[in-house]
């Protein structure tokens, strides 16, 4: 089927019968190196065909590592009250900065000294560039011109 839609110009479907021959190769072949990159291009945005998948986890995953930043930050306690804490910092903007990877941690953070924190926001930083890429990716995939 590919080779007859790349005889008639029929660009998007050969992109996306490519992405299905990914998907049967990284089936077929054993676990070695040369897996690993198609197990993360079938996880990350199913070879290319749903880019909203990349977007939710962005989403989801910082989300979670703010809140393990949170709790990890040292002027947090658990006697404040956790929901006007939560709240404060969603209107003032910190986890929506959060989840960008350009951010500056003193903004979302101010006056931070914990290691764990400093960790965390790398993490971050780099789970949420990885699935920037593989949202681009995947947009572009589905979205250029047919």
């Not at 660009?11 to 990914?22: A, C």
């Not at 054993?30 to 909203?52: D, H, T």
């Not at 995953?61 to 990890?72: E, G, Q, T």
């Amino acid at each position: 089927m590919r080779t007859w839609c790349e005889k008639n110009n029929f660009s998007h479907y050969v992109r996306y019968y490519q992405s299905l021959e990914q998907e049967l190769y990284s089936d077929t072949l054993k676990f070695n190196f040369e897996k690993i990159p198609l197990l993360i291009s079938k996880y990350a945005n199913r070879f290319g065909r749903n880019w909203w998948l990349p977007l939710l986890c962005i989403i989801g995953v910082s989300l979670y590592l703010y809140f393990m930043a949170a709790f990890a930050y040292p002027r947090f306690t658990f006697y404040s009250d956790f929901g006007k804490v939560i709240i404060d910092k969603f209107l003032d903007g910190h986890i929506w900065t959060f989840m960008l990877p350009t951010h500056r941690l003193s903004t979302v953070f101010p006056n931070n000294t914990s290691g764990w924190v400093i960790f965390i926001d790398f993490l971050q930083r780099i789970v949420s560039g990885f699935l920037i890429y593989q949202f681009i990716r995947a947009f572009r995939f589905n979205f250029q011109n047919k």
